[in-house]
């Protein structure tokens, strides 16, 4: 079993930054990949971006490209989202995953974020 919180959301403007925090415990060497998901309401969930456990490879959604960074503190077991010129449309629920494997993760339960224009 892997646990994830989250923390870090709220309410900004448009233009302003937040940063996420994703805090791992339990079986987290199971974990090959972290990575960042938001459900806007009415909407599917959607990839926003990821990291390896080991390496650095990130991997970014177009829409966030160039504004989010995603980066991991292992020895804290902590991942992270820095989020900067943030507009309305990245308002939505952000939740951490840990994939096993291609088919199979660990979710948390997310946390609120909320861009006003």
């Known amino acids: 079993q892997v646990q994830l919180v989250e923390s870090g959301g709220g309410s900004v403007q448009a233009g302003g930054s937040l940063r996420l925090s994703c805090a791992a415990s339990g079986r987290i060497f199971s974990c090959y990949r972290m990575a960042w998901f938001r459900q806007a309401p009415g909407k599917e969930r959607e990839f926003v971006a990821s990291?390896?456990?080991?390496?650095?490879?990130?991997v970014y959604a177009d829409s966030v490209k160039g504004r989010f960074t995603i980066s991991k503190d292992i020895a804290k077991n902590m991942v992270y989202l820095q989020m900067n010129s943030l507009k309305p449309e990245d308002t939505a629920v952000y939740s951490c995953a840990c994939s096993v494997t291609s088919s199979s993760e660990y979710w948390g339960q997310g946390t609120q974020v909320t861009v006003s224009s």
């Open positions: 990291i390896p456990r080991s390496g650095d490879s990130v």
